[in-house]
């Protein structure tokens, strides 16, 4: 496990950290912003290599990163050459340092000392090592202030990925296990795509989804492409990647995200906000609806773009203070885009509060006189419209692609049956769909943490736009279990909307506040019992509550993992079952790659019943690659053999040996196989029966596989007599095949040689109709949309 975790660094944060590092930011910050960083690299690469028809591998990743590293450091050439520019006109015009701007963070560009207080100035005489050791002490790796964030962080990160890692080794097939859901089957179909054509950007993925028109979509495949670097780097299958990345990638960013939230609820650098954001990460494991319930429902790349928007956040509102991080707080927002575009709300929204109830009133430097500042409020929603504009900019063409699919994403609708005074609860209490799953938990104590928290950031640092954020998040999950009246509930659905309108998503921006906020107030609570606010016993009073921030850790780890306990067995362990995907199912799978053609052609099933997950598994061309249906309408050949089967080989009303518009369709869209594998996914799906059943008897196709409800046909038009008589060889199926017809009894034999030669239909006779009209000739109804089956 450990081997695992140390290759999916390399794998998710090792690019970003060395980029963030080069572009100005110190090493803490740098590891912080890593692995959104890091995602912002493969999502724009991919991008870029896919306009430019090259492939996306590891030898274009390594030379992207190494572009990346060369602009930043560019960024950060210009930006510290300006800097001392700007210091030696200061000294120049003989300002003083009343008069002029004072930083209020104390980091500052590489190897510079900033001048904060006065005495500071005579480091300059004092040599190049003790600036150098001042640099690091100061915001960088020899500063003790992040040891206790981190270690939280990462506490809270392995109590996760441990607990989920040790979960799914427990499954029939342990990390290779199938996930037997909706989402996960596209995700691991893209990391297949990814290594089968070296194509991962985000505007070409209607390439793999739909397979016969080849019609336009966008989906954002940072996340894919970083499981598929994790794959190569880890010499991992596609289905280990994709569940490895589901886990490590969500169990790093959301404890990071949290304790970044925290951080900047106390916005200092004091023991406070230190314990608080460590604790915050530490028990991030005990919200059911952050990676639990993110985990259950598939939605992996939007649960880590979620954890994501938390470190994004945190290093935006940085960027007034120390501008040098413009550059990698862009990069981390690109990354955390093209992981997931929706998180992007948490970072607007949140920013739009900080500036109007913060910033706005205490800006990033402490000024003299009333032009300056003005001055200091202009530069500082500059820099953090800069920063936004150059990550839009940038990500500009894949957001003109995908804003086509928005319509789409807002037409979902979770509402409930619930009243209004329950929306609010379940919103507050946090437990939306699937939170069952961890029974009659009481999550009181955290919200009793958390209030103290909120009241602690109001009251001692005047944080006003947390608490509104939080409010707006509840008021957003509220809208969408039960809609709020008009005007209201249209303006909360703008931003719900583009969550798909779900309350299990649209909650974990609360969760996140939440238990920041929790982590804040619990690290109140020991200050306060330590004396922290008594000024005569600061030098104690801080040790003491270092020391029992250590202790009381012990216990709220422990506690944490017995809260989610039965929970998180059953949201990691239940989408593993059999109901999609069973060992009969992989066994066809590894029975076909071995036959003739059977990586030539593509494999027609119904996509309700999971059998296009033999694409992730080996790299068998299923025409489904999700359970949804590609986009084929009406008189697609995709229609048509999905509603027409039975058809193939039986000829035309004016000739039985006639090529019909079914035979044409399985021609024009390669079909060689077909795959049954009941039941469907979705109660409410309807089984295809014409598959299931009539297949025995269509004359174009033949049995060549049977092990239990798996069958594979073969379609006859396809392959030669030898072929196929290969494929039934006796033995070769797991069960009996039906006999079949020979030429001698067909009456077609010419010698006696081929008498008992088996006979194997197919149409022999061109078709008639161009396959301009069938649909036409033949109704095939759009799959995609309600129909009702046709007779």
Known sequence: MLTTLWLAVVAFAVPGFVVSWISGLKLPWAFAASIPAT??????????????SMRFDLRSVVLSTLVFAAVALLWRIFFVGGWLLRRRKAKTRNHTLDDAPLPADPDAPAGVAEEIEAEEIEEEHRGAWHAVFSYLRTGGVLDHRWLLPAAGV???????????LTLLAETPHGWADIFQGWDVHWHASTVRFIDETGIASSTMMGQLRNIETQQDLFYPSAWHAGAWVFSEVANVSIIEATNLTGIVLSGFLLPLGVALIAWRLINNRGLTAQIGAGLA???TMASPVLFWVGNYVGAWPYVAAMGASGVVLALFMSTPAVPVRIFAAALAFMGMFQLHPAPSTVVIMGLIFWWLLMLLWAPSRKVQGWKHHVGIRFKDVGVLAITGLVGVVLMLPQVISGSEQTEDVLSYSAEEQVTRSESWLISIFMETRHVDFFGDIDITPVLVFAAIGGIVALIWRGNLWAPLFYFASVAITANSLLPFDE???DWLNIIGGLHYSTGHRLVMPVAMFTFAAAGVGAAAVIRLICLGPIKKFAAVSGVVSVVLALVVAVPLQSWAKDFVKDGSASTIQA?????MVNDADLAAWDWLIQQPRATDVNIMGDPADGNGWMYAYNGLHSVARHYAWPAAGEGSATAMLFWWPQLLGVGTDENPDQVNDVDQAARNLNVGFFMI???????????NFRQIDLLWETPGVTPVYRNGQAVIFAVNDMFTDEELDQMRAPGNSPEPLPELPTLGEMGLAETEDEWDDTYYHRPTVPADAPT?????TLYAPDPTK????PN
Request: charged share 10%.
């Open 281 to 283: 990460g530490l028990i």
């Open 786 to 789: 309600p129909h009702t089956v």
């Open 154 to 164: 990462m506490g809270g990160a392995w109590l996760i990925i441990d607990r989920a």
């Open 677 to 687: 594998s009941p039941w469907t996914f979705w109660d409410f799906q309807i089984p």
């Open 575 to 579: 989408p593993h079952d059999t109901r």
């Open 772 to 776: 301009a009209d069938v649909a036409e």
């Open 487 to 489: 005007p209201w509930g």
């Open 39 to 52: 995602f912002g690299i493969y999502g724009f690469s991919a991008w870029v290599l896919g306009m430019a």
